[in-house]
């Protein structure tokens, strides 16, 4: 019996390979359950910031299919969400689900949409009406970013920099270098955009619930939906079949899922929630723009 090749240094066949190049790979949105599964669509902010003076939503529940239309006036019982590393939780946004009437940024949820079918859900969203009162939004980077003095060294606060040198601050320091380098750096803004967009399938069996999520942290989504929902963790199941695609912005949990098991709960059947291509530039982070001033300051020895 010949001695297997070593895995370092000859070609090896995914485990998966074959089934994605022949589409027979199954996503979270390719989830199929029995049940009568509903389609639920989420509305989007329409102004950078402000508030909502009010949400009609009677041409939406009149519309063909329509179920329910969940927004903060009728949001479905949802408890207090934090992030925490330290016992596997991450939140990626720091505002509630469906919180207030308070427009925190353009796309925010300010409403979910469940309907029989896909496109009917489509349909009823488009008629979900919308008052706003806007208020000034800070648009440009420029508007708010300020330099940033340099106010410790070394770990320590400057004042604590070597008074026996007669240098007090480090911009003294910095004044007094014999040889200077200063320079600013930025990065631009990024949006993670896999190929597979974030989608969610949501079923409840009584008090148990489980959740068909692309997650690259499965522990920490099902940790924040017990949270979610007053849950012990082993009735919260998180399945996560095939990531297409992550960046990172599939590491935490993002409002349109636990607004999805809501909905599932409410309505007592399982509920399908697949975010837009635009949506996904709203609706699930970003990498944001840095801005890093160097300062070196040496003597020429």
């Known amino acids: 019996m010949s001695e297997p090749k070593p895995l370092l240094g000859n070609p090896q066949t995914r485990v998966d390979g074959r089934l994605k190049v022949t589409g027979r790979a199954r996503y979270a949105a390719d989830t199929a359950l029995p049940g009568g599964l509903a389609h639920a669509v989420v509305v989007g902010a329409e102004i950078a910031t402000g508030r909502i003076a009010k949400i009609d939503v009677a041409g939406a529940l009149a519309a063909p299919g329509?179920?329910?239309?969940?927004?903060?006036?009728?949001?479905?019982?949802?408890?207090?969400?934090?992030?925490?590393?330290?016992?596997?939780?991450?939140?990626?946004?720091?505002?509630?689900?469906?919180?207030?009437?308070?427009?925190?940024?353009?796309?925010?949820?300010?409403?979910?949409?469940?309907?029989?079918?896909?496109?009917?859900?489509?349909?009823?969203?488009?008629?979900?009406?919308?008052?706003?009162?806007?208020?000034?939004?800070?648009?440009?980077?420029?508007?708010?970013?300020?330099?940033?003095?340099?106010?410790?060294?070394?770990?320590?606060?400057?004042?604590?920099?070597?008074?026996?040198?007669?240098?007090?601050?480090?911009?003294?320091?910095?004044?007094?270098?014999?040889?200077?380098?200063?320079?600013?750096?930025?990065?631009?803004?990024?949006?993670?955009?896999?190929?597979?967009?974030?989608?969610?399938?949501a079923e409840w069996d009584g008090d148990r619930l489980t959740v068909h999520e692309p997650s690259q942290?499965?522990?920490?989504?099902?940790?924040?939906?017990?949270d979610a929902f007053g849950l012990p963790e082993e009735r919260v199941r998180v399945v996560s079949p095939f990531v297409g695609g992550g960046f990172g912005g599939k590491g935490g949990l993002w409002h349109h899922t636990v607004l999805c098991a809501a909905a599932a709960r409410a309505l007592g059947r399982p509920v399908k929630l697949v975010l837009t291509r635009a949506q996904m530039l709203t609706g699930t982070g970003h990498r944001p723009a840095t801005r890093q001033e160097i300062f070196l300051g040496a003597r020429r020895d």
């Open 66 to 201: 329509a179920l329910a239309v969940f927004t903060h006036e009728n949001r479905p019982k949802i408890f207090r969400l934090a992030t925490s590393f330290a016992t596997a939780r991450l939140l990626g946004e720091s505002l509630q689900p469906l919180a207030g009437d308070r427009i925190h940024f353009f796309g925010q949820i300010v409403a979910v949409v469940v309907a029989g079918t896909l496109e009917e859900a489509q349909r009823a969203a488009r008629l979900v009406r919308v008052t706003v009162e806007p208020e000034p939004a800070v648009l440009l980077r420029e508007a708010w970013q300020k330099p940033r003095v340099p106010t410790r060294v070394d770990g320590g606060p400057a004042a604590s920099v070597r008074k026996a040198d007669g240098v007090a601050s480090v911009a003294d320091a910095f004044e007094a270098a014999e040889v200077k380098l200063r320079g600013t750096y930025t990065t631009p803004l990024e949006h993670h955009h896999p190929i597979e967009p974030h989608a969610t399938v």
């Open 217 to 226: 942290w499965v522990v920490s989504a099902r940790n924040l939906l017990a």
